[in-house]
T-cell receptor, first 111, second 112 residues
Framework: GAGVSQTPSNKVTEKGKYVELRCDPI?????LYWYRQSLGQGPEFLIY????????DSGLPNDRFFAVRPEGSVSTLKIQRTERGDSAVYLC?????????FGPGTRLTVL | QQQVKQSPQSLIVQKGGIPIINCAYE??????FPWYQQFPGKGPALLIA?????SEKKEGRFTISFNKSAKQFSLHIMDSQPGDSATYFC???????????FGGGTRVLVKP
């Protein structure tokens, strides 16, 4: 079956611009997670959705970051006024239990 | 605070060797310990996982050893192959519906 998909695979933007990153989870998975992976490091948690609601957003670094999951399936991570330090791979994962399955990620580069 | 510490950062072995990656955790509330394999440009792929009530788990050529009292666990790759060359991450989670806490990763290179 289809895994977690993320679009775009790569995004290059300029400092100060707004970006949206999309995640399409595995069908039937009610839990969806966003992580951020900087070069040479392990993924770091950003936010977790159970259904449509954000159950835990403690990993969002500041109020420039926001995520939604309006219908309990696809999720969008939104970053306002991007900074060079936001450059990283943004990973999405979904689960129906304790195992989390990751998508290929979106590589964001802020120039 | 780094809750999951992973070592070594990198490892080189010959084909057929046994790379061993070690992880230590601090939070005794962690209840599930997965390992992920990541190839360049790809997302992490779940490899094998263990719960603290089990001391060892094998799946194919991958074995996890778990020491609950020491709060340590390790991954062994038996009869390693060049195709196993990747970055491996240990992780820990309290329960379903919680965030994964990852170690820093180990880059494994298996030479032919």
């Amino acid at each position: 079956g289809a895994g977690v998909s993320q679009t775009p695979s790569n995004k290059v933007t300029e400092k100060g611009k707004y970006v949206e990153l999309r995640c399409d989870p595995i069908s039937g998975h009610t839990a969806l997670y966003w992580y951020r992976q900087s070069l040479g490091q392990g993924p770091e948690f950003l936010i977790y959705f159970q259904g449509t609601g954000a159950a835990d957003d403690s990993g969002l670094p500041n109020d420039r970051f926001f995520a939604v999951r309006p219908e309990g399936s696809v999720s969008t991570l939104k970053i306002q006024r991007t900074e060079r330090g936001d450059s990283a791979v943004y990973l999405c994962a979904s689960s129906s239990g304790v195992e989390q399955f990751f998508g290929p990620g979106t590589r964001l580069t802020v120039l | 605070q780094q809750q999951v510490k992973q070592s070594p950062q990198s490892l080189i072995v010959q084909k057929g060797g046994i790379p061993i990656i070690n992880c230590a955790y601090e939070n005794t509330a962690f209840d599930y310990f997965p390992w992920y394999q990541q190839f360049p440009g790809k997302g992490p792929a779940l490899l094998i996982a263990i719960r603290p009530d089990v001391s060892e788990k094998k799946e194919g050529r991958f074995t996890i050893s778990f020491n609950k009292s020491a709060k340590q666990f390790s991954l062994h790759i038996m009869d390693s192959q060049p195709g196993d060359s990747a970055t491996y991450f240990c992780a820990a989670i309290k329960a379903a519906g919680n965030k994964l806490t990852f170690g820093g990763g180990t880059r494994v290179l298996v030479k032919p």
